[in-house]
């Protein structure tokens, strides 16, 4: 059984930062890709970021500059430092993990889920 984990969400100010915490357990593919995405009220969920085993990295073009996803496969977790929040970033943030390497941005293609934590920017 493979469990996620994240922690790190809050309430802050618009131009502040967070940092997000992702731990895995049970066996994961090291070779899957892991990401994070977030969904906001009557919205789909949206992809943020992702890591690939050989450490490469996609983001979303809203969140280019601002966030930044890392990896420490001796934890077997993931991470993502936000800085310079928006209002927009408001959503609930999803850790997500098994992730073929070739679709990152897609959600379904990815086998395990965490239960995601509230991240609030107040403007």
């Known amino acids: 059984q493979v469990q996620l984990v994240e922690s790190g969400g809050g309430l802050v100010q618009a131009g502040g930062s967070l940092r997000l915490s992702c731990a895995a357990s049970?066996?994961?593919?090291?070779?899957?890709?892991m990401g994070w995405f977030r969904q906001a009220p009557g919205k789909e969920r949206e992809f943020v970021a992702a890591?690939?085993?050989?450490?490469?990295?996609e983001y979303t073009d809203s969140v280019k500059g601002r966030f930044t996803i890392s990896r420490d496969n001796a934890k077997n977790a993931i991470y993502l430092q936000m800085n310079s929040l928006k209002p927009e970033d408001t959503a609930v943030y999803y850790c997500?993990?098994?992730?073929?390497?070739?679709?990152?941005?897609?959600?379904?293609?990815?086998?395990?889920w965490g239960q995601g934590t509230q991240v609030t920017v107040s403007s």
């Open positions: 997500a993990a098994g992730g073929r390497p070739g679709s990152v941005e897609l959600a379904g293609q990815y086998d395990y």
């Open positions: 049970g066996r994961t593919p090291s070779r899957y890709a």
């Open positions: 890591i690939r085993w050989g450490i490469s990295t």
